[in-house]
Structures are given as structure tokens and as C-alpha cells.
């Protein structure tokens, strides 16, 4: 590291590290200059993390989501991805592809390790070459099966040092938690026995960011991702990264100050990587994670899931255009990453304040009558309330018992027209390419609601689906490439273009987007009900005249004259203006 960029890398990080560990910092400082290059990572002209665009979108993905007898998962992947998606995503994001104990993979046992039944880093390499990367940091906690923690109860440093202790007498009733399972777990060590602080589960042991030593493990692990083609980085469960008695250990300064951290030394020696925080908390605190610009650069838009899908489920479209309405721009050079379903469940919490108490409750219940299921959390004072509707976005949209009309396939596609014209970055769950239901057979062999939405495809068999064009996965998948590939065409689908979302009807979801330079501006009208719906031209002070033809990019075009538009069930219009 040369003297302009050492001055530079201390003078940004120096405060930080002076608040986190006080009189520790200089030492610190010196232990990162020994690390910066320990990997061969180091700036890359070529390469920057600011260089997102509409053509940018990520699968989300396990490594073994698709199989093929005796091929390692990652290759069958990768053939996936080249054969069937080719260029309508161009990155992928590998859930935890490490070795675990538990929770499908984020109870890492070792972060330096490829599973052996997924297959190498020569693997990820190879995917990394192709497409943007993005793999987990689980940053807040580690199996109990990992060396880290055997060699706590062994007493050996430094990992004896790297897990929070307390005492059970402690009041802990201001944390907030996630999960249902007790915040302590008792351990016996060699030479006695402990309680640690376990916010998610008894096997996944939190970490103690306090230590330094923990910390610097971390940007170790980190460095050798990014040597490894890593260039998105995604900090799971980092809300709960730091602890404080007397606190809600949720969202403390401190763990707002270790992920600026973390953004400061990418900053310098890996510009190229993007830091994505994983915040499932009601939208206030999850925008927090921009910081001024300085903290993550991405964060995940966690409202959107349930607000889309109350609107397409109940036909109206009031409580997503209020929030999508009153959505601020994020800093500049920071984007939303926008999803509709991930490996984990529709989370409800991000939907505190936006929608009524009797609005809720009815979307809880329908998913429950659906074939999902309802995850709840306790709450302080010893209640509990739903955390998270574990479900199919699919399943979620199907079409209810007494409903005569069938439109569970348009309700699911107008879901991915509205994400993918909403400022931000898109990514689509595999299994939303896929269509693919409850999986019911799953939850029964796991044994946890998460598996609904985790089958794992043959590959011949997805395939096989994919490829005949009568089945409802071949209509989706095509339709989902079509236009992904056709946003990745659009000035105005940039993830900063202007945003603009209009206040009409409920049976609509309306939003304009334009061009920096503004060489395009789109408008997108989405029809959010299950019957015709009309609208008139230059009605509500939209921006469409009767006096020109508009060219529409996935449908129809619209022509001049009074005649108003008519939108089909669930249709959606990009109207280039």
C-alpha cells in the first residue's frame, strides 16, 4: 500500500476505530495495515461499485436449488444459468454456500470453506467470472460445531475471548428478538459452565464484536472473498451485530459505526465491492443503513414484498401507493435492492405503521388459508406477534376457494412488473423464476416452515417444465426473462432515475420514472384488480395527452383520440412518454 493510499485508508477509518475500541485503535490501525494485501486485494482501475445501472439484476439462489446426479451443484448452476437465464440476469447470489449446522446454512461451521457436496472455490470462481457475486457474511453469529467455538470451551486463545457471556439473573427483557428460543444458552465448557448470547438459535452462538480479535477475523474473511470474485457483500442479520445491556441491542451506534467501518477499508482497497446490509425491520430503520451515503450501499427494500402483496391479493393498491409516494431517494451512489421473495419468508415487521391493524391481520389470515404458514417472535412484554409469513410468492397469489376467476399467473407476473420498474436494483428468488409451490414435503423432512420455499429442483425436471411450453413454469420463466430483458433496455429504469408515484384510483398502481439526462421518461400503470379497469387520458394530472399515439413496451401500444385506456385484469402498461 503506497503512502497516498496509507494516509488516506488511516485518516478514514482512525475515528471509527476510537469509538469502537477506544485506546485499542492505534494498535488496530496497525493490524490493518498488516492485513490490507495479505490477499491480493488491492484497487482495480477498471473495477467500481458505483457502476450500477438498469441493466443490472440479481438471481437469488442456493447452490443446490437445481441438482444433476453425480455433478457438483455449483457446475449444475452455473450450466443453468448459461442455458436457460443467459443474459436477462447478470449477477447471482449464492446463499450460504459453507459448511453448517443448522438453518440451511447460516450456522457457519467455516467461513473459509466451500461445502464439499457443492464443490469448490475453483466453482465460485468461475460463476464470479460470468457474473456479479454475491455471497453472505453472517456476520452475527457461528455454529457451535465451528473450531471457534470448540476452542472456547477449551479455554485457547484468542477464540476463548470472542463469544458475550452473562449472567442469567440479567434483565435482558429490553432485547429485541427475532426468534421464540431463549436469548442465553447454557454451556459447559472444560472448566465450567457458561451462558452465551444466542439471539437466533442454541446452535448459532453470537459473536462478540466488543473484541477487536473478532472484528479482524471478519475483515480477514473478508479480504478472501474478494480475493475469490466476491464483489457484492452481504451483511446477514447485522442489525443485531452489537450488544449492550440496558439496550434493545438492535440498531446500536456502535453497529451503525462497524459497518461504516467496513465501508471505509472497501472504500479504499476494494471499491469494486458493494456492501448490502439484510435489515428485516420496519422501513424507517432499515433506511438508516445508508447512513449519510456512507455506510451500506445497498440496502433491502423489505416493505415492498408484503405491500405488493396485500395489493394484488385484496385489490387495491392504497397502502403501496402511500408508501411508495412518501419513499425518499436513497443518498447518491446508494440504491434499494427490491425482491419480492428470498430463501427466507415474507417478513411483516416493515409493514408497522403503514398498514391498519385489521389490514394485517387479514393478509396473516389469508396466507394461513393459502397453505402457509405464520412465524411469530415474542415480543418484551412476553407477547408474541407474526414476524414473518412463510409461503411461495407464488402460493401467496394463488387464486382463493371462492374466487370463480382464475388469475394466480397475471397477479404473479404484475408483481414483477411493478418491482422491476421501482427505483433500485432487482432481484428475482429462483423460485419466483420457477413458479414453484408450497413445498410441503420439505417442511415435513426439515421440520421448519422456512423449507415451503426451498425445494430443490431436479435438474431434468425443471428443465423439462422450462422447455414445454403448455406448463405454467415455461409461461413465467419466459415472461420473467422478457422483461427483465427488456428493463435492461431502459434509460429510465436506471436505479437513480427519477421516481414519481401518483395518487389515483386504488385499483391502480401508478409511477414515473425518468432519465438523468433525460432522454427517457416511462410511465408504468398497473391494474392491481382482478376485473377491467379504465382510465381515462389526462385524468388525475397524468401525463398522457389524447392527442399522440404512446408506444407501450410489453403490450399493446395506446392510440391518440378520447377513447380511455382499458387495462385487463392485472395488466400492466410501460408507456415510453
Known sequence: MNNEVSLNFLGKI???????????????????????????????????????????????????????????????LRKFLNTYLGDSVNGVHILPFFPFSSDDGFSVIDYR???????????????????????????????????????????????????IEEDPETDLSQVTRPRMSPLLTPVQTE???????????????????SNPDVLFEFLDIIMFYISNGVTILRLDAVAYLWKKVGTTCIHLPETHEAVKLLRDVLDVVAPHVTIITETNVPH???????????????IYQFSLPPLLLHALMFGSAEYLTLWAKNLESPPSNCYYFNFLASHDGIGVRPLEGIVPDEEFKALVDSVSELGGFVSKKKNADGSESPYELNITYFSALADKKDTETKFQSERFLSAHAIMFCLQGVPGIYIHSFTATPNDLEGVKEKGHNRAINRKQWDYKELTSLIDDKTTTTSLIF?????????????????????????????????????????????????????????????????????????????????QEGDEPIVLKPYESLWLEL
Not at 438498469?54 to 457438483?72: A, H, N, P, W
Not at 457474473?131 to 470451551?153: C, E, G, P, T
Request: charged letters at 30%; proline letters at 3%.
Open 113 to 163: 470453506k466451500v461445502r464439499e457436496d457443492l464443490g469448490g472455490w475453483w466453482h465460485i470462481k468461475d460463476l464470479s467470472d460470468e457474473y456479479r457475486l454475491m455471497a453472505d457474511l453472517v456476520i452475527n453469529h457461528v455454529s457451535q460445531k465451528s473450531d471457534w467455538f470448540s476452542d472456547f470451551k477449551k479455554g485457547v486463545a484468542p477464540a476463548c475471548n470472542y463469544f
Open 14 to 76: 482512525r475515528d471509527r476505530l476510537r469509538f469502537l475500541y477506544g485506546e485499542e485503535a492505534d494498535q488496530c490501525i496497525k493490524r490493518l495495515q498488516m492485513l490490507i494485501g495479505r490477499y491480493g486485494v488491492l484497487p482495480d482501475p477498471e473495477k467500481n461499485a458505483l457502476d450500477w445501472t438498469e441493466k443490472d439484476s440479481i438471481l437469488i439462489t442456493y447452490g443446490d436449488s437445481v441438482k444433476l446426479k453425480d455433478v457438483y451443484p455449483l457446475k449444475t
Open 284 to 298: 424507517k430503520e432499515n433506511v438508516e443503513y445508508f447512513g449519510m451515503g456512507d455506510e451500506a450501499h445497498m
Open 478 to 558: 419466459a415472461r420473467l426473462k422478457e422483461l427483465l430483458t427488456i428493463r435492461s433496455e431502459q434509460p429510465a429504469f436506471h436505479p437513480e432515475a427519477l421516481q414519481r408515484v401518483y395518487s389515483v384510483d386504488p385499483a391502480f398502481f401508478i409511477v414515473m420514472r425518468s432519465s438523468g439526462d433525460k432522454s427517457q421518461t416511462i410511465l408504468a400503470i398497473n391494474n392491481v384488480t382482478e376485473k377491467e379497469q379504465t382510465l381515462f387520458k389526462e385524468a388525475y394530472a397524468l401525463p398522457i395527452s389524447k392527442k399522440r399515439d404512446y408506444k407501450n413496451l410489453i403490450g399493446e401500444d395506446i
Open 191 to 209: 472448566n465450567d459452565l457458561r451462558h452465551l448470547w444466542t439471539t437466533f438459535s442454541a446452535d448459532q452462538i453470537d459473536v462478540d464484536f
